[in-house]
Structure formats: structure tokens, C-alpha cells
């Protein structure tokens, strides 16, 4: 069965979410210009359209009723100046609305990564990396396009709406209100409507996240999955994945099936009664034929916007719910980080300079409440010196050097470096004095030259060469068709797991640590690379304050 994690879905706010909006706004600031612009663009637009029937109405009243060609140039010419005129408002809305689009879906995933580069190792527990990757994927792209031609289109149907009435109005006051009589109707079906869809909505980008993340470990455990010839029951739990999806997303369908219908009968029911009651005025005497047709035009017109606005109210539904989801995980606080009164960060640059002394002060930790792995643990190591955690699965030996490195705090006691509580060093400084070799060494996609420097960005060529040197992958490195510049592939694909190791190993001599840990960094590889391996770590161990984590001692 596949993993089950924690979701912050079913902690969203049931309903229009306020807070959201003022997050959102904080993004918004950051395109002030462009929105004030594109809000007068699209002002300026809604202008020109409702115009349109105007110009039908004097070309019928001076041109066609009275057979009268004077002042024809002059009309034609404005209806070119119209035409220019939307023309460029157009453009113009498509550079705007793309910029906000572009910029606002970089800021959030710029800052969704960073975050994540904040977090605690906990969160990671409990969120599948699926979940992780629709956020700043899908979510984000959502978002920022919702705001980006959503506002836009808003500003519009908006605008429309209220220049349309104000011309109407102006046309036949009694024609106005038989078009507006249906307003109220359609505001009870636009609240109804509202009030029941975000449910759906917020349904469908769950199960999207939950198809996200069983796609991304179906690619990831690919191997394992053909090895233990599971692919029949993956399909399974796939396609019951999918299942969900594709039901959720029906029945919001449905939902919006059922509006949107309603909002085109009332627009039409509103024409033709205002058809109906202007022609009879025409009849009358009482109204113009232009006058009737310019004022069918905007009975008919009126509620195209309607019908514009009604339909981003489910887009609008659907983006407050991914920005409910994104600004849940960018506003997970990091169980890690430095304290506030940070007694020992004001003399970070006096300890520069680490000895490497351990002291673990009858340290306890639990990952759940009453189970502890590690309890009143007290162990001294002075600097340079050398420890070999030895067990078997289980036992606790990856969870103390988790607690060293400051991945994890204890649940009680503390770990003092050189004196002083690891807590009250500040954070960035003390992973500067760490190195760390897993058992499966991870190599980012990339050259091997990017890998090394990855220990230190700042490094010479002739510095990441001396690393590679001293754990004696030089010459491997060499036999690759590229040297240095060989690409390692996504994962290092390309190397095997012994070079994947000389290279973390490397990567590790350059960083140039005062405490290092080995997490059974040669448990992985062959026997004869293992001794390979073991004659570089000998060097790296070298005058380091060192914990190595072993199985068994060989």
C-alpha cells in the first residue's frame, strides 16, 4: 500500500477566505504599476465596446431612416478610430496581464522554494513530495494566471456593466428596469452558487495532489516496482487515484453545468422582454428604431458580462483554493531555526575557528510522545577524534548525528559544542562546520566539476581538482569522456555507487568541515571499492572530530 501523509487540506477555510486575499495582496504590491495600468486599460476597453451600439444607433437615426449621406466620412472615420482604439487596448492588456502572470507565478514558487529550504525534516515526513510539487507547479501557475487575466477580465464585465446601465438609463429609464428586474435573481444564483462550489473545487486539487504524488513515486520506485513485479497493483492504485480525480472534477462540472445555463435563460429572458416592450414604444412613436436597436444590443450585451464574471467565479473558486494550499506550507514555521535570543550569535565570528568538542548531555529523543529512541544518552568526544556508532536497524545511531547536525532537536538534555548548546549557535554558521556522506551518496544533475564545488561555490578549478585528488578520484574522473565536465545525470545515473561516493567524499574535503559524519557511507558498494573508499575517508577523517556509523566494525 502506498504511504499515507498528512494533509493540510481538510484544515482550509470552509468558505471566502480573507486572510488569503491580504496574502495575495502582499504579492499584488509587488505589481502595483501593472495592475493600476491594466485596471485603466481595461476601463478604457470596456469604453470602446459599449460605444459600439451607440454608433449602430446614429448610423440608423441619421443615416439609413432619412436617407442622408451627409456627415457619412466623418462617422466612418470614427468608427476606424473605434476599431484602432480596441485594438491597442488589446495589445496592450495581453504585455500587461502577461507580465503579472509571469512575475507573480515566479515570486511564489521563488518564495515556495526557499521556504522549503527552511523546514524541518518533519515536514518532509509527513508530505509526500508530490504534494510538494503541485503547490509550486500547478497551484502556483493557477494562481497567478487567475489573477493575472482573471482581474483583467473582472475590470472588464465590470466596467461593461456599469457603463451600459448609465446608457440605458439615459436611452429609456423603463426599458433600464425591465433589464435589471432579473439583477436580483441572478445575485441569489451567483451567492448560491458560490456558498456550494468551493467544496468541490477544493476536492478536485486534492485528488490533483494525490494523483501528482502516485505519479511521482511510481517514476521514482520504478526499479522496485518491476523487481518485485508490482506493476498490476501500482496500475491499481494508480487508477484508483485517477478514479477520484475524474469524479471530483465531474461532479464540479456538473455544478457548473447547472449554473451557467441559468444565467444565459435570465439574460434572454430580459431581451426579449425588452424587445417586446421597445417595440411597441417604436410602434408608438415613442422610441427610434435605433434607439430600439442600440438598446437590444445592450439587453443582449449586458449579460455577456454577466455571463464573463459568472464564469470566473469558479476559476476564482478553484485559485482560492490552490492559494489556500500554497500559503498553507508557506506558512509552516521550521521546528529548526535559531533562537530569537541568541546569546552566542553576536560572537559567531569568534568561533570561526571550531575545535570540534562533543558533549552529549543526557540527551533523550522521541519522534512520537512516549516512544523514545534515544534516552539519557551521555557521551564526551574531544576534537579530532574519531567515533563509531555500531548497531544493528533501529537502534538510534542515525537519529544521535541527526541530532548533532541540528536536523532534529532533542526532546530533553542538550549537545554542547565547544562549550556551547547547539541551540543557541547560530544555525547557518554551525552547518558550515559539518560535512555529511550518506550511505547512497546524492549527486544534483550536472557536471562532476558543479558536484565538488557544490562543497563550496565559491572554489577554484584547481581546488575541486586537489579535493578530487585527495580521496583518489582523479583518475576516474579523467577516464570520463569529458574530465570534470562529464555529466553525472539526474541523480549521478551516469556513475556507479563507488564514484558516487569518492565525488561526495570530495565534495565534502572542499567544504573542509571540523565535524564529519559517515552514515554507512561504504555499506552500499562492493568489497573491493569498499577498501577503495575506506584509504579516502582515512584522509578526510584526518584531524576531524568524526562520527561513523556502521552496521558492523571492519
Known amino acids: ?48 465596446d459599449a460605444g459600439l451600439p451607440l454608433l449602430t444607433r446614429a448610423a440608423i437615426d441619421r443615416f439609413a431612416v432619412t436617407r442622408s449621406g451627409a456627415g457619412l466620412g466623418w462617422f466612418a472615420l470614427i468608427c476606424l478610430l473605434f476599431a484602432f482604439g480596441r485594438g491597442i487596448t488589446v495589445r496592450a492588456m495581453i504585455i500587461t496581464s502577461g507580465t503579472v502572470y509571469t512575475g507573480m507565478g515566479y515570486d511564489i514558487r521563488r518564495d515556495g522554494f526557499n521556504h522549503l529550504q527552511k523546514l524541518s525534516f518533519s515536514f518532509f515526513d509527513q508530505h509526500a513530495v508530490g504534494w510538494l510539487m503541485a503547490r509550486l507547479s500547478s497551484d502556483a501557475q493557477h494562481l497567478s494566471r487567475t489573477f493575472a487575466w482573471g482581474i483583467g477580465d473582472l475590470v472588464d464585465g465590470v466596467g461593461k456593466l456599469l457603463i451600459m446601465t448609465a446608457i440605458m438609463f439615459w436611452l429609456s429609464p423603463f426599458l433600464a428596469l425591465v433589464v435589471l428586474a432579473v439583477v436580483p435573481v441572478l445575485a441569489l444564483v451567483i451567492g448560491w452558487y458560490q456558498a456550494t462550489s468551493m467544496r468541490k473545487f477544493r476536492a478536485v486539487r486534492r485528488a490533483s495532489s494525490e494523483v501528482t504524488g502516485a505519479f511521482n513515486e511510481g517514476v521514482t520506485g520504478a526499479v522496485t516496482t518491476k523487481t518485485l513485479v508490482r506493476e498490476a497493483a501500482s496500475l491499481r492504485e494508480f487508477s484508483g487515484r485517477t478514479d477520484e480525480l475524474r469524479r471530483v472534477s465531474v461532479e464540479a462540472a456538473r455544478r457548473s453545468a447547472f449554473y451557467f445555463p441559468i444565467v444565459l435563460v435570465l439574460g434572454t429572458v430580459a431581451s426579449a422582454l425588452a424587445i417586446w416592450l421597445g417595440g411597441n414604444g417604436v410602434l408608438a ?247 577503495h573508499l575506506q584509504s579516502a575517508i582515512d584522509r578526510v577523517l584526518n584531524q576531524r572530530t568524526s562520527f561513523v556509523i556502521a552496521h558492523r566494525l571492519s
Open 1 to 48: 500500500m502506498p504511504p499515507t501523509y498528512h494533509s493540510t487540506d481538510d484544515d482550509i477555510h470552509p468558505g471566502f477566505n480573507l486572510s488569503v486575499v491580504r496574502k495575495l495582496y502582499g504579492y499584488m504590491q509587488s505589481y502595483r504599476s501593472e495592475f493600476l495600468r491594466l485596471l485603466l486599460i481595461m476601463i478604457v476597453y470596456a469604453g470602446l
Open 285 to 531: 412613436g415613442t422610441v427610434s428604431y435605433g434607439t430600439l436597436v442600440a438598446f437590444t444590443a445592450y439587453a443582449v450585451s449586458f449579460f455577456v458580462p454577466l455571463h464573463d464574471i459568472a464564469r470566473r467565479f469558479p476559476q476564482l473558486q478553484n485559485a482560492q483554493a490552490a492559494a489556500e494550499r500554497i500559503f498553507s506550507m508557506l506558512d509552516t514555521e521550521p521546528e529548526i531555526r535559531d533562537r530569537e535570543s541568541d546569546p552566542v550569535g553576536a560572537a559567531a565570528p569568534e568561533l570561526r575557528e571550531l575545535s570540534g568538542a562533543i558533549r552529549f548531555d543526557r540527551v533523550s529523543f522521541a519522534y512520537k510522545p512516549g516512544e523514545p529512541v534515544v534516552q539519557d544518552f551521555s557521551l564526551a568526544v574531544e576534537p579530532g577524534e574519531t567515533v563509531a556508532l555500531v548497531g544493528q536497524t533501529g537502534v538510534g545511531k542515525t537519529t544521535l548525528v541527526s541530532l548533532l547536525c541540528r536536523f532534529r532537536d532533542p526532546t530533553s538534555g542538550k549537545i554542547l559544542v565547544d562549550g556551547h548548546d547547539a541551540r543557541d549557535l547560530p544555525l547557518a554558521w554551525y552547518r558550515r562546520h559539518l560535512g555529511i556522506v550518506l550511505q547512497r551518496a546524492y549527486l544534483f544533475s550536472g557536471s562532476i566539476r558543479e558536484n565538488i564545488r557544490y562543497g563550496r561555490l565559491e572554489s577554484t578549478d584547481a581546488e575541486v581538482e586537489k579535493a578530487a585528488r585527495t580521496v583518489d578520484a582523479h583518475d576516474f574522473i579523467m577516464a570520463c569522456t569529458a574530465g570534470y565536465d562529464f555529466d553525472v545525470g539526474e541523480g549521478g545515473g551516469n556513475l556507479s555507487a563507488g564514484q558516487k561516493q569518492l565525488i561526495a567524499l570530495a565534495r565534502v574535503v572542499l567544504a573542509d568541515p571540523r565535524i564529519l559524519v559517515l552514515d554507512e557511507a561504504t555499506s552500499a558498494v562492493d568489497t573491493e571499492t569498499e577498501q
